[in-house]
């Protein structure tokens, strides 16, 4: 089972991490990381990969996982990254995102009259490439399957993990990576979060993450 990450410069980290701890632990998985230049990535809160292949050196995968970023406009205008993802998509069995990653799929033409999700920040966005916008912490459509904000990658490894291996083994990973939250604050969704919450977020988003580095 071969599973390939798409990992850029200022690629929201836990988008990445969060499934790869995961789906790296699935019987037989062999979980890879693919980048647009190759070697050196750095994450949007300053942690480094030193040793990721270059695009062309993976050409197929049963799993594509893209991640997103605070700012992937670059992405949706880089044709080596989408053409790589169109072609890698052609051989998966499964072509999945988290957060604003979906945005990369729909500038790769890949969310076309599909429904899919993202951050509640950019939801909207979706309708440009053609999808329909779910307000859902996953969706699958297809052998597509959308997460929502950072976090939610993390459940939409666990369901894929069960598709790929089988339910037991899902929990058992759930189980062994101690996955049981129980968050102090209930404010996780807009839904949920006060006006005053909400104002505090955007600000959030709109700024730098504090622990990266220039």
């Not at 999945?96 to 920040?121: D, E, I, P």
Request: charged content about 20%.
């Amino acid at each position: 089972m071969d599973i390939a990450f798409l990992f850029y410069d200022g690629m929201t980290t836990l988008d990445a991490i969060g499934p790869w701890e995961v789906l790296s632990r699935l019987p037989g998985a062999q979980a890879r990381v693919a980048s647009p230049a190759g070697g050196r990535v750095t994450t949007d809160t300053g942690l480094v990969f030193d040793r990721c292949a270059a695009l062309a050196d993976i050409t197929r995968a049963d799993v594509l996982l893209v991640p997103g970023a605070s700012d992937v406009r670059p992405l949706l205008q880089d044709r080596r990254v989408l053409d790589w993802v169109r072609a890698i998509d052609a051989t998966t069995r499964w072509t999945t995102s988290v957060c604003t990653g979906a945005l990369v799929l729909g500038a790769a033409g890949l969310l076309r009259n599909k429904r899919a999700t993202t951050h509640w920040a950019v939801l909207e966005s979706l309708r440009k490439h053609g999808a329909t916008p779910v307000t859902a912490r996953m969706v699958e459509d297809g052998k597509t399957i959308t997460a929502a904000g950072v976090s939610a990658g993390i459940d939409m490894a666990f369901a894929l993990a069960a598709r790929l291996a089988d339910q037991t083994t899902a929990e058992a990973l759930q189980l062994v990576i101690e996955y049981d939250p129980q968050p102090p604050f209930d404010s996780g969704s807009p839904a949920k979060s006060t006006m005053g919450t909400l104002v505090k977020a955007r600000a959030l988003l709109s700024a730098p993450p504090h622990g990266a580095s220039s």
